[in-house]
Nanobody, 126 residues
Framework: QVQLVESGGGLVQAGGSLKLSCAAS????????VGWFRQAPGKEREFVAA????????YYADSVKGRFTISRDNVKNTVYLQMNSLKPEDTAAYYC???????????????????WGQGTQVTVSS
């Protein structure tokens, strides 16, 4: 079993930055892909970013490309999402997810992930 805990959310003005963390426990996730998703009120959950086990193979949704950066520290068993130039439309609950399955493939569909955190709220004011 893997437990994921997100942190770092909060209220920020448009143009500001936040750094989200996803800390894993229960077992190491250093060998597995980790993804970030978000869900705004009244909308479906959507893919934001994902990273492969080695730190390479980072993928982003078009809406965040160039503004968000996903990274990982396998020693700390933690994945980060640096969010810059935030916009009001980035307001959502942000979730990290992983799956205990090796390989180089980096999933971008939420149904491909088995373990999820409880989410952290990001609110961007205009």
């Amino acid at each position: 079993q893997v437990q994921l805990v997100e942190s770092g959310g909060g209220l920020v003005q448009a143009g500001g930055s936040l750094k989200l963390s996803c800390a894993a426990s229960g077992r190491t996730v250093s060998g597995y892909a980790v993804g970030w998703f978000r869900q705004a009120p009244g909308k479906e959950r959507e893919f934001v970013a994902a990273i492969g086990w080695g730190g390479g193979g980072a993928y982003y949704a078009d809406s965040v490309k160039g503004r968000f950066t996903i990274s990982r520290d396998n020693v700390k068993n933690t994945v980060y999402l640096q969010m810059n130039s935030l916009k009001p439309e980035d307001t959502a609950a942000y979730y990290c997810a992983t799956r205990v399955r090796g390989g180089t493939y980096v999933p971008r569909g939420e149904n491909e992930y088995a373990y999820w955190g409880q989410g952290t709220q990001v609110t961007v004011s205009s």
